[in-house]
């Protein structure tokens, strides 16, 4: 999984609290994506970074916040769980090459509110 | 909103067959890419096409891109047990972000 790990791997909290996930990357990679995984919608973007400090919303940000204060963490944190924000969390990187983004993922974060 | 959308959903083949799964997208692209999913991993890049090009081969795998109709195909030819995983189309609504379809899920029976 190109040098990124998510923590914890699997995670059951209750509705209303908070919730961090963590993605760790060691190739020093400038671009750090959060995604959400439910059945039927594919990958949704719900955070990005662009360098330390530097991240922007995605699609599905709402109930969700970012930090990145070092290049190789990028944290999630989620505010106020609900049910519907029981998914599969993924991370990624990627660093721009030759005009294109490839990403390379983590293995995931399985997170079930109750 | 998504922009490319997988077709079919699930495809099941004997092993030795080949795999076609289409994508169709929405808006004007730089590139499209494919990645592979294993069930319970994260995604793997697979092959990236750029907009000038119709046409890319990578060992089993065969990308085409037709930008007139907004879509694109992978083929595996001569499949695996192995291959057996969700395929997805990415496309880049920023050259930056990606916006992945839901997937097709593939399954190749011995």
């Known amino acids: 999984d190109a040098g990124i790990t998510q923590s914890p791997r699997h995670k059951v909290t209750e509705t209303g609290t908070p919730v961090t996930l963590r993605c760790h990357q060691t190739?020093?990679?400038?671009?750090m994506y959060w995604y959400r995984q439910d059945p039927g919608h594919g990958l949704r973007l719900i955070h990005y970074?662009?360098?330390?400090?530097?991240?922007d919303k995605g699609e599905v940000s709402d109930g969700y916040s970012v930090s990145r204060s070092k290049t190789e963490d990028f944290l999630l944190t989620l505010e106020s769980a609900t049910s519907s924000q029981t998914s599969v969390y993924f991370c990624?990187?990627?660093?721009?090459?030759?005009?294109?983004?490839?990403?390379?993922f983590g293995p995931g974060t399985r997170l079930t509110v109750t | 909103s998504q922009q490319g959308e997988e077709d079919p959903q699930a495809l099941s083949i004997q092993e030795g067959e080949n795999a076609t799964m289409n994508c169709s997208y929405k808006?004007?692209?730089?590139?499209l890419q494919w990645y592979r999913q294993n069930s319970g991993r994260g995604l793997v890049h697979l092959i990236l096409?750029?907009?000038?090009?119709r046409e890319k081969h990578s060992g089993r795998l065969r990308v085409t891109l037709d930008t007139s109709k907004k879509s694109s195909s992978l083929l595996i030819t001569a499949s695996r047990a192995a291959d057996t995983a969700s395929y997805f189309c990415?496309?880049?609504?920023?050259?930056?972000?990606?916006?992945f379809g839901s997937g097709t899920r593939l399954l190749v029976r011995p």
């Open positions: 970074s662009y360098g330390v400090k530097d991240t």
């Open positions: 190739e020093n990679h400038r671009y």
């Open positions: 990415a496309t880049d609504a920023d050259s930056y972000k990606l916006i």
């Open positions: 808006t004007s692209i730089n590139n």
């Open positions: 096409i750029r907009s000038n090009e």
């Open positions: 990624a990187i990627s660093e721009p090459g030759q005009g294109y983004y490839e990403q390379y």
